[in-house]
């Protein structure tokens, strides 16, 4: 990090877990620079690169540059979201470089495929960690340190547990599932602060996840004919942290083009 730059009128925005350039994180942030907000994002390439996907190693930098390049200001920090004291560290730095955020957008997650036949405490315990634990602690601390008269906002990730069936990921679909009763409760401890909170499901979105068999079956679910992409969350999120969106909040938003479960 380097030294604390001049104050800026422009809004700042924090994403957690935007470390891959094809993933729904960096579309966030390239989105909202593209929008004058200066953007915060925090990435931990070891999850990624355990993951079947993978990461190019400079990943993080290229999003960085990307940023920087719509002429906002940007800082990024590898964090580890397990970590309790995650929250506190990423807000002191985001205020010793940048200033107070306004925004904040819950999209670090963990997810491996497990049913009930293979489920221990073990990885139950790293999907609790990031997906209930993480997010929880920062929106509270971002909460706790908000100080604008008005425009806050907390935006969650989440994957349409609510709807049906994640058979093969009952870890992910009952931590991230959780999600959505706390975005409606703390919507309500934090409207009298001036701050929103609401959370999207994006549906099946094409962040490099998917094999050619998959998309294939999945396009017969979609009416519309084509899979989702990072752009199509990136835009609803940029206008739930935009001020006309001042009138929205505790609400579970099911972005999915049409999906068709079943």
């Given at each position: 990090?380097?030294?604390?730059?001049?104050?800026?009128?422009?809004?700042?925005?924090?994403?957690?877990?935007?470390?891959?350039?094809?993933?729904?994180?960096?579309?966030?942030?390239?989105?909202?620079?593209?929008?004058?907000?200066?953007?915060?994002?925090?990435?931990?390439?070891?999850?990624?690169?355990?993951?079947?996907?993978?990461?190019?190693?400079?990943?993080?930098?290229?999003?960085?540059?990307?940023?920087?390049?719509?002429?906002?200001?940007?800082?990024?920090?590898?964090?580890?979201?397990?970590?309790?004291?995650?929250?506190?560290?990423?807000?002191?730095?985001?205020?010793?470089?940048?200033?107070?955020?306004?925004?904040?957008?819950?999209?670090?997650?963990?997810?491996?495929?497990?049913?009930?036949?293979?489920?221990?405490?073990?990885?139950?315990?790293?999907?609790?960690?990031?997906?209930?634990?993480?997010?929880?602690?920062?929106?509270?601390?971002f909460a706790r340190r908000f100080s604008h008269?008005?425009?806050?906002?907390?935006?969650?990730?989440?994957?349409?547990?609510?709807?049906?069936?994640?058979?093969?990921?009952?870890?992910?679909?009952?931590?991230?599932?959780?999600?959505?009763?706390?975005?409606?409760?703390?919507?309500?401890?934090?409207?009298?602060?001036?701050?929103?909170?609401?959370?999207?499901?994006?549906?099946?979105?094409?962040?490099?996840?998917?094999?050619?068999?998959?998309?294939?079956?999945?396009?017969?679910?979609?009416?519309?004919?084509?899979?989702?992409?990072?752009?199509?969350?990136?835009?609803l999120i940029s206008f739930l942290a935009s001020?006309?969106?001042?009138?929205?909040?505790?609400?579970?938003?099911?972005?999915?083009?049409?999906?068709?479960?079943?």
């Amino acid at each position: 990090m380097h030294e604390k730059q001049v104050s800026s009128d422009r809004r700042i925005a924090i994403v957690t877990g935007a470390s891959r350039l094809n993933g729904i994180g960096a579309a966030i942030c390239t989105t909202l620079a593209s929008k004058g907000i200066d953007v915060f994002f925090t990435y931990w390439t070891a999850y990624d690169h355990e993951m079947p996907w993978g990461m190019v190693s400079n990943e993080p930098q290229l999003l960085y540059n990307h940023i920087s390049e719509q002429g906002v200001r940007c800082e990024k920090l590898e964090l580890d979201m397990t970590d309790p004291s995650a929250s506190a560290k990423l807000l002191d730095a985001v205020e010793d470089t940048l200033g107070k955020p306004s925004i904040l957008i819950n999209n670090a997650t963990y997810s491996v495929d497990v049913g009930y036949d293979t489920l221990t405490a073990d990885v139950l315990d790293k999907h609790y960690q990031v997906n209930i634990r993480g997010t929880m602690l920062v929106s509270a601390e971002f909460a706790r340190r908000f100080s604008h008269p008005s425009g806050g906002r907390i935006i969650n990730l989440t994957s349409g547990q609510s709807l049906g069936a994640m058979a093969g990921n009952i870890a992910y679909a009952t931590t991230k599932g959780a999600i959505d009763t706390f975005t409606v409760t703390l919507a309500a401890e934090v409207a009298s602060k001036g701050i929103t909170v609401n959370a999207v499901n994006p549906g099946p979105t094409d962040t490099g996840w998917m094999d050619h068999h998959l998309k294939d079956y999945l396009l017969t679910k979609f009416p519309t004919g084509r899979i989702g992409m990072p752009q199509d969350a990136a835009r609803l999120i940029s206008f739930l942290a935009s001020e006309d969106a001042e009138w929205i909040t505790g609400q579970i938003i099911h972005s999915e083009g049409g999906f068709q479960r079943g």
